[in-house]
């Protein structure tokens, strides 16, 4: 793969490439995850305005070259070189160098026609040891997060693929791998945004997808991990890694009739 360093074409193959190589130790690295059609993404602008927001968050000085324009042809850059030219997730990081200049990376990963068939987690589990919070900061895609490094580690120790991430107020956020759906027989309910969800344009598109399917209500709220002993099916969707049905937490097994509508609608999406 080649990735674009800073507007700068770079071939892992020929050096060894951290992200960390520019960045300050005590540097977060913001990441928004595009999806493109070809050298196309249908929601470009909305991630462009979420990149330039998050790095206002981060008290960031924003050049005036960083314009939608100057993105997009880094990124359709990055693409061509990469041969990336149908189904593609584009990774695209900012983050400050050792004199706290700007910089960007831009990483792009061809997706297989299939990307979002069901897959399966046999087993999830509610990781407790330590919290995601809940505040405004916490919606914003940044590395490295220690929570998720611990967590990573705990399904590692305990043979889990996956495990669910909880706020300081016991409410689910997401799952390690991805955004959470759980089923209540008609009803399908999902961590509202001020759980510190990730405020993400895939899932806002997602969700309005969702809302689509019929026989179905939708809502945003507050859940807690009662709530996924409770419920008849779980989902967890990824733009990254794709759709996965979880069959097992703790003795509760789960159904899988609504996901199939949601592979539907994700294969629609892209």
Request: aromatic share 14%; with cysteine.
């Amino acid at each position: 793969m080649i990735l674009n360093n800073n507007g700068s074409l770079i071939s892992l193959e020929q050096i060894n490439f951290s992200f960390s190589d520019s960045l300050l130790s005590s540097s977060a690295l913001i990441e928004e995850r595009m999806l493109f059609s070809g050298l196309e993404c249908a929601t470009f602008e909305e991630h462009y305005f979420s990149i330039m927001a998050s790095m206002r968050i981060f008290r960031r000085s924003i050049p005036m070259g960083y314009t939608p324009e100057f993105f997009l042809e880094e990124i359709q850059k990055t693409l061509k070189v990469n041969a990336a030219l149908s189904k593609t997730l584009v990774c695209f990081y900012s983050g400050i160098d050792a004199l706290t200049h700007p910089v960007f990376y831009i990483t792009v990963k061809p997706l297989k026609p299939d990307h979002f068939r069901v897959q399966i987690v046999e087993e999830i589990d509610v990781f407790k040891d330590f919290f995601w919070h809940s505040d405004y900061l916490s919606g914003i895609r940044v590395k490295p997060l220690p929570v998720q490094v611990v967590a990573d580690a705990y399904c590692t120790d305990h043979a889990y693929t996956d495990c669910v991430l909880i706020n300081e107020r016991k409410e689910i956020v997401m799952s390690l791998n991805g955004f959470v759906f759980l089923r209540f027989g008609n009803t399908i309910k999902t961590p509202a945004e001020n759980s510190g969800v990730y405020r993400d344009v895939f899932r806002t598109r997602l969700i309005e997808q969702i809302k689509t399917i019929d026989s179905f209500d939708f809502e945003q709220c507050a859940l807690n991990p009662f709530d996924v002993q409770r419920a008849d099916e779980f989902v967890v969707v990824s733009l990254e890694q794709g759709l996965f049905a979880v069959n097992n937490y703790r003795k509760t097994t789960y159904q899988k009739e609504w996901i199939y509508a949601v592979e539907q609608r994700l294969n629609e999406l892209i």
